[in-house]
């Protein structure tokens, strides 16, 4: 008679830098996992987020002297990549769910070598000066992904810092993790270079506020966070100046149009003059 | 004398084009033989028949423009933008996954180095369909109002010089904004359109939505005639290009035309002087200098005339003309006898001119046709060789003495399709952008394409941009 | 082009720079481009194997670490004059290149056989010192015997724009070295610009400098293609300025040397189709060109044995210096 097989159960661990340390403080906190059994998943420290800011710091460089054509190449693998594991997702979110999230992945894939088209253009001024103006990645994003939609809303904070051309820190949905980690082996095996993406499961409480006051993350995007707390955390982010992404609704499945394209680059304008 | 680092021959392997015996066109979704004679596509490097292709005949052009029209009412136009780009990306990454089989086609059957064909012509071709797939579902943000529709049913006549990359230029916009498209590939080189006919049958594209017919400028006629084309996009050769514009005179039909050029490549002399001699050599040796937007006119300051003539002769000599398969070629065969006969005939102009006439000693095969790299210098503005296309790879070199002189003489033609500035100085560089009267400007570059970067001319080098945020326009109803 | 008399542009720095900022700038993109355009050369069979054996003969097989010792050296010598035991068809390397006070034990160990002993001097790595001490490292090189030296230009003042400076400590040094050849080490990659590169070469060859070479292989980058590809210009354009370059003898004409960072053969293959196709064929020679290397001539090795057999071998099959 042949026994039932035992099962290899996995380990949820961060994503930090290309690898997929556990927390550097050993800790651990139960969630429900996809047949509604307990797993453990890591719970992230403040010395976890400062090794990913650091690592999606070091990431930035090359993300962002990538061409756009790259990044959108990058972005587009990782959509077929989301498709090959289209079950998977699905046992943690539901199949339309998890369609709308691969789409949403494919829509800012090709938004990568278009934006600037849209966003930036020439100036003309009042003089015989050539000037440009274009966006410009703002560095490494500090994002609280949200609470319930923790598939297509993680995707719909993600993709878009990514298009643009930053790297992201993610303190993912606190009581609903998996899709987080899970996305974070896709990202593992898309050609996407280590520390462009840092994902962290935990306590966003605890989390939130060491990302809003670290000085070397340049945007910052509010979605996850409890409204009671948003204040707080926006006052935190004045120290370095951050650029805070408040959100005002949360249909992820509206169309998502331009505003978190926007939020996450500068605008650099170039003069020179026209001459013999 | 035999050189001391001989290049051993590096074929590439022609197998791996898997050529067929024959080739059919494709309409409604599916591949038949067209009504049409049946041509043997040749290898311009030998002369020996590649395949046979049974070209489209008039019920064939009837039947495929009634396909697209059945499928734009039907399933394309209930589709999103989002779902049509994913079609899109399906067939870029299929023309990245099948490159090197297209890149050896393409030389086979156009003549251009297995290099250009690798390097260039395919790796662009799915970069098109990959930039375009993703303005499917982003019209909105394209700067032409909140939803702009399609036009319709696209007729599509594109020319041998890049066949492949002919085909993703037109294609792939036309199919983003919600179009179909009925394309013909020139009479030449009809093989590598019928594969990428192909590939869009595998990615399951909706039956009608392309249709590809092979066949001559009588097939090219009947689509641009047909009652059911709303809109035409035609590359080629100016003369072909006004015919077009007449015939669709007060039909409606809306119509891009990307035509001929006699492009001025202009050379300061505070040029970057090794990097200006590459652009001059790319400007009209890529591709033999088949290409609209070569750079065949050479504007040189005539105080450095005489260095840069020495410095082009000595490079021009370590360019290799041969085999189109050898990896090692740098310059290819002439597409076809047509084509040589044009080329000989203008440089025998250019000598009768009075025309200063030079190549570097070049062996050239007995079969297969084959020109070599041609110099003229003492050309005056007044020449035939400096107003006239010639298509080949042939420079007319001209001097100037001022930035003003430059830009008159450059822009002294009908054709406005591209021109080159070499100089280390950013502002003539801008100057010289603003004032020269062509739809592509290279500064310290020359021959460079990308899916983002509007292309097309002015004047009677054709109207409509391909490429870009405004390559969208020519397929929209805005 | 015609360049004026070395002695009219050694007047001073002011004069030096307006020469040198009238030579054509270089665009980068335009070399990377070029550059790579020349890497898509396949050299296969029979032209592949000769340039192996080509680039073999143009080695100067190198140990430049605080740690050498004469056991060290004697070892590389006995390489460089046999580099594949197990072959005696394999040609010997053009030379060996160490520190000066080791150079008298590498004459010795070579002991007559064709390979030059290059010595590096001037306070090599980082030309910091003062002249006189710069220079008596030179003789002391020559006095041991080396018969190539390898100098290094004071970078910082090429930086500052003392160009008169380092123009007089190229002349300097090579009035030292008496019969042996003097190598002028421009160290590229602290030069930033291939302009810089470009204004560098022409300085260190208006001064007498027999070969330009790129870096001390201390620091990265070192020799890269766009850089190889300015120098070789620059002894191609210095050569037409001072006589006809066709038919011209070997004498007349100028050498470059690639050091540091090239450990592929394939690499090294592929500047050799950059001499000759940027420089010219005459260039192709142990006298005008020459790769500053260790670990490259195992990968030569390596590509030889394939060649010849087929087979891919491994690092058990060559053997370490």
Redesign the interface.
């Known amino acids: 008679m042949s026994e039932p097989r035992v099962a290899v159960r996995k380990t949820y661990k961060l994503y930090i830098g290309g690898a997929f340390p556990r927390s550097e403080s050993g800790r651990s906190y139960p969630v429900s996992g996809p047949g509604g059994e307990v797993v453990h998943v890591a719970q992230a420290s403040r010395k976890d987020l400062r090794d990913a800011v650091v690592a999606a710091r070091s990431a930035s460089v090359k993300w962002s002297a990538m061409t756009?054509?790259n990044r959108?190449?990058i972005l587009?693998r990782i959509a077929e990549m989301l498709e090959g594991r289209r079950e998977q997702f699905a046992g943690y979110a539901g199949v339309a769910e998890v369609d709308a999230a691969i789409?949403r992945w494919?829509?800012y894939?090709?938004?990568?070598?278009?934006y600037s088209?849209?966003a930036g253009g020439t100036n003309p001024v009042s003089g015989p000066y050539?000037t440009f103006s274009l966006p410009e990645p703002t560095g490494v994003v500090g994002v609280l992904a949200p609470q319930q939609s923790s598939l297509l809303g993680l995707v719909s904070v993600l993709a878009p810092v990514l298009t643009t051309g930053n790297t992201a820190v993610v303190v993912a949905a606190q009581n609903r993790p998996l899709p987080a980690v899970t996305l974070a082996e896709v990202l593992g095996t898309s050609d996407l270079p280590g520390g462009v993406v840092n994902l962290l499961t935990g306590f966003t409480a605890e989390l939130a506020p060491w990302l809003a006051a670290h000085r070397d993350v340049n945007a910052l995007d509010l979605t996850g966070a409890a409204p009671g707390v948003r204040a707080s955390l926006q006052a935190a982010a004045a120290d370095n100046v951050k650029r805070v992404y408040v959100p005002s609704d949360d249909d992820w499945t509206a169309a998502p149009g331009?505003s978190r394209l926007n939020a996450f680059v500068e605008t650099k304008t170039v003069w020179?003059?026209?001459?013999? | 004398m035999s050189p001391t680092f001989d290049y051993a021959p590096a074929p590439e392997s022609r197998d791996i084009a898997r050529l067929q015996p024959s080739y059919q066109i494709f309409v409604d979704g599916a591949f038949r033989d067209g009504t049409g004679d049946a041509v043997k596509s040749i290898n311009p490097a030998d002369e020996e028949p590649l395949a046979e292709v049974t070209e489209a005949g008039p019920s064939d052009v009837d039947d495929a423009v009634r396909a697209a029209r059945r499928a734009f009412e039907g399933p394309w136009s209930a589709m999103s933008g989002a779902e049509r780009g994913k079609y899109l990306f399906r067939i870029a990454r299929a023309i990245q996954e099948r490159s090197r089989e297209l890149a050896v086609l393409e030389s086979l059957d156009n003549g251009k180095p297995i290099k250009e064909s690798r390097d260039v012509d395919v790796p662009l071709a799915a970069a098109h369909f990959f930039y375009y797939a993703g303005w499917a579902d982003k019209l909105a943000y394209a700067g032409y109002g909140p939803d702009p529709r399609p036009i319709g049913v696209c007729g599509q006549v594109i020319p041998w010089n890049f066949p492949l990359l002919m085909a993703a230029w037109k294609l792939a916009p036309a199919l983003a904004c919600g179009n179909t498209a009925v394309l013909k590939p020139a009479e030449t080189t009809p093989l590598s359109a019928l594969v990428l006919a192909e590939i869009i049958a595998e990615a399951d594209l909706p039956p009608g939505v392309v249709n590809v017919l092979a066949g001559g400028p009588a097939v090219g006629q009947a689509i641009v005639a047909h009652d059911g084309i709303d809109k035409i996009a035609f590359t080629g050769s100016t003369e072909v290009g006004k015919i077009i514009q007449r015939t669709v005179a007060g039909t409606g039909k809306k119509l891009t035309l990307e035509l001929g050029g006699k492009a001025a490549n202009i050379v300061f002399e505070d040029a970057p002087l090794d990097q200006a001699v590459e652009g001059i050599v790319n400007g009209i040796f890529f591709n033999q200098g088949q290409v609209c937007c070569a750079g065949s006119r050479l504007l040189v300051q005539e105080s450095i005339e005489d260095e840069l003539i020495t410095a082009l002769q000595r490079r021009l000599a370590t360019l290799r003309v041969g085999h189109p398969l050898d990896k090692n070629t740098d310059v290819g065969a002439i597409n076809s006898a047509a084509q040589l006969a044009r080329i000989r005939e203008l440089s025998e102009v250019g000598e009768a001119e009075g025309a200063r006439r030079w190549s570097p000693p070049c062996e050239l095969p007995d079969r297969g046709f084959w020109f070599a790299p041609t110099l003229f210098t003492g050309v005056s503005q007044a020449s035939r060789i400096a107003q006239e296309e010639i298509f080949g790879p042939v420079l007319s070199v001209l001097t100037f003495r001022t930035p003003d002189e430059a830009v008159a003489k450059a822009n002294n033609t009908p054709y406005g399709l591209s021109a080159g500035v070499w100089t280390e100085k950013g502002s003539r560089i801008l100057s010289m952008a603003n004032r020269l009267r062509a739809g592509v400007v290279w500064a310290n570059t020359f021959n460079r394409f990308d899916p983002t970067a509007p292309f097309g001319g002015y004047k009677e080098s054709g109207f409509g941009r391909e490429g870009g945020r405004h390559g969208l326009a020519g397929y929209l109803d805005v | 082009m015609s360049a004026p008399a070395t002695s009219e542009l050694a007047r001073d720095d002011a004069t030096l720079r307006r020469f040198l900022h009238g030579l054509p700038g270089v665009d980068q993109v335009g070399a990377e481009a070029r550059a790579a355009s020349l890497a898509t050369r396949s050299i296969k069979t029979t032209s592949k194997a000769w340039a192996i054996d080509t680039a073999i003969g143009m080695v100067d097989l190198t140990t430049l670490e605080g740690s050498d010792t004469p056991g060290k050296v004697r070892s590389l010598c006995a390489k460089a004059v046999r580099p594949d035991p197990s072959d005696p068809s394999v040609p010997p390397v053009a030379a060996v290149c160490v520190y000066p006070d080791l150079v008298a034990t590498a004459v010795d160990a070579l002991n007559g056989a064709s390979v030059q002993v290059a010595s590096v001097a001037t306070a090599f790595p980082s030309g910091r010192a003062s002249l006189p001490t710069k220079l008596r490292d030179v003789r002391d090189a020559v006095a041991a015997g080396a018969t190539e030296i390898d100098m290094v230009i004071d970078r910082g003042a090429f930086l500052a724009g003392r160009w008169l400076q380092v123009f007089e400590e190229i002349v300097a040094t090579k009035a030292e070295c008496g019969d042996a050849h003097l190598k002028v080490i421009l160290e590229t990659g602290e030069l930033a610009t291939l302009d810089n590169v470009r204004r560098a070469s022409w300085l260190a060859l208006l001064a007498g400098a027999d070969f330009i070479k790129t870096s001390t292989g201390k620091i990265s980058p070192a020799a890269t293609p766009p850089v190889a590809l300015v120098m070789l210009e620059a002894v191609r354009d210095f050569a037409s300025a001072n006589g006809d370059i066709v038919g011209g003898r070997i004498g007349d004409l100028r050498g470059v040397k690639l050091a540091g960072g090239i450990r592929a053969a394939k690499e090294a293959v592929r500047y050799l189709v950059m001499v000759n196709e940027v420089a010219g064929e005459e260039w192709l020679t142990p006298k005008l060109f020459r790769f500053g290397a260790s670990s490259l001539l195992n990968d030569l090795l390596l590509q030889r044995h394939k060649l010849a057999t087929g087979a891919y071998d491994g690092p058990d099959y060559v053997t370490v210096d």
Do not use: E, T
Request: overall charge negative; glycine content about 14%.
């Open positions: 756009a054509y959108g190449q587009y789409d494919v829509h894939a090709g938004w990568a070598d278009k088209q849209v050539f331009l020179h003059p026209i001459g013999v």
